[in-house]
């Protein structure tokens, strides 16, 4: 067999198939299967009456009655392996019958429309009652925040501290009395009795005197909110946030909270792009493009770095952030 390929592959090159028509159709069928749910129907069929139709899934018993009644047959009656079959189908459901109990009189007449509506509402009802419904409790929703004082500060993330000059907080990878930063990425929380800026929840919870970093995607003030009521003193907002977008974070929290948030937003440096155990050689790993991506290896992982720098120009302090940082790593 022959596969049309864009790149030039070498002679013995190493084919690697990642699907398979068939494993994945043997799949569907298993899952299918798997999902199908027994039930019982009972169909009960008079002259001048209505059709009453019913299904139980061992749960859940359900009755329903048509508000079509029942005509007797003139010309050609509708045969009762037709009422079974039509109010009995369910092929694309995840529904499968077990049982028909079924009681129909001879010579009806029935619209082969009007059964499959039945059908269509008896099933739509037994979706419903199985749904899971979480019994959400209505009362006043109150949160307590602190109301930060509106100041313009400038902060750095740096190992070398000969430099640190004109920054109010300084976090740093380095065991000194400035801000501790921590990895990303942690398989146990080390006891720290004293100021870090964290990248995950964990720490969030373990640790008292805290700054989020821009890894926990703050992206609406509902998240700032979150965080500060836990305790978190300054919160770095996501990359992927705009200006517009930054601005109207703040806006919606000063209206829904009337108080101002401690935020910090990143306006240099090279984002991080992905952190993995597994280390590739070399310093940088190079695109399609031609652009080169910084590889670090820092507590035993690999960060790998954006090749474009981050520089932000706009004055966030005008649209109500606290704090500008710097990355210098």
């Given at each position: 067999?022959?596969?049309?390929?864009?790149?030039?592959?070498?002679?013995?090159?190493?084919?690697?198939?990642?699907?398979?028509?068939?494993?994945?159709?043997?799949?569907?069928?298993?899952?299918?299967?798997?999902?199908?749910?027994?039930?019982?129907?009972?169909?009960?069929?008079?002259?001048?009456?209505?059709?009453?139709?019913?299904?139980?899934?061992?749960?859940?018993?359900?009755?329903?009655?048509?508000?079509?009644?029942?005509?007797?047959?003139?010309?050609?009656?509708?045969?009762?392996?037709?009422?079974?079959?039509?109010?009995?189908?369910?092929?694309?459901?995840?529904?499968?019958?077990?049982?028909?109990?079924?009681?129909?009189?001879?010579?009806?007449?029935?619209?082969?429309?009007?059964?499959?509506?039945?059908?269509?509402?008896?099933?739509?009802?037994?979706?419903?009652?199985?749904?899971?419904?979480?019994?959400?409790?209505k009362s006043k929703y109150t949160i307590k925040l602190k109301d930060y004082e509106q100041v313009n500060k400038k902060a750095i993330l740096t190992d070398d501290l000969s430099n640190i000059e004109g920054y109010d907080e300084i976090y740093t990878n380095l065991d000194s009395d400035y801000t501790l930063k921590l990895?990303?990425?942690?398989?146990?929380?080390?006891?720290?009795?004293?100021?870090?800026?964290?990248?995950?929840?964990?720490?969030?919870?373990?640790?008292?005197?805290?700054?989020?970093?821009?890894?926990?995607?703050?992206?609406?003030?509902?998240?700032?909110?979150?965080?500060?009521?836990?305790?978190?003193?300054?919160?770095?907002?996501?990359?992927?946030?705009?200006?517009?977008?930054?601005?109207?974070?703040?806006?919606?929290?000063?209206?829904?909270?009337?108080?101002?948030?401690?935020?910090?937003?990143?306006?240099?440096?090279?984002?991080?792009?992905?952190?993995?155990?597994?280390?590739?050689?070399?310093?940088?790993?190079?695109?399609?493009?031609?652009?080169?991506?910084?590889?670090?290896?820092?507590?035993?992982?690999?960060?790998?770095?954006?090749?474009?720098?981050?520089?932000?120009?706009?004055?966030?302090?005008?649209?109500?952030?606290?704090?500008?940082?710097?990355?210098?790593?």
């Open positions: 067999a022959k596969v049309k390929v864009k790149d030039k592959i070498s002679i013995n090159s190493k084919v690697v198939k990642t699907t398979d028509y068939n494993q994945l159709e043997s799949i569907n069928n298993i899952i299918k299967k798997g999902k199908k749910i027994s039930v019982d129907m009972s169909i009960i069929i008079n002259i001048n009456k209505p059709i009453i139709l019913s299904i139980n899934d061992g749960i859940n018993d359900i009755s329903i009655s048509s508000e079509y009644i029942v005509t007797e047959a003139i010309n050609s009656p509708t045969s009762k392996e037709r009422i079974i079959e039509q109010l009995t189908k369910l092929g694309d459901t995840i529904y499968n019958l077990d049982n028909i109990d079924y009681f129909i009189e001879e010579n009806v007449f029935i619209p082969i429309k009007i059964l499959n509506n039945l059908r269509r509402e008896i099933i739509n009802i037994l979706n419903n009652k199985r749904l899971y419904k979480i019994p959400y409790k990895p990303r990425v942690l398989e146990h929380l080390p006891n720290i009795n004293k100021r870090v800026l964290v990248g995950e929840l964990g720490s969030v919870y373990k640790y008292k005197n805290i700054v989020t970093d821009f890894s926990l995607n703050v992206v609406n003030s509902y998240s700032v909110a979150f965080l500060h009521s836990l305790g978190v003193d300054k919160i770095t907002l996501s990359y992927e946030l705009n200006d517009i977008q930054i601005k109207e974070l703040i806006d919606n929290y000063h209206n829904r909270y009337h108080k101002h948030p401690n935020l910090e937003i990143i306006i240099e440096g090279y984002e991080e792009a992905m952190i993995s155990k597994y280390k590739l050689d070399g310093e940088y790993l190079q695109d399609r493009f031609g652009n080169n991506y910084k590889i670090k290896i820092k507590d035993n992982l690999m960060y790998i770095y954006n090749y474009k720098k981050r520089k932000l120009t706009s004055n966030y302090y005008e649209i109500g952030v606290n704090w500008t940082r710097i990355n210098h790593e």
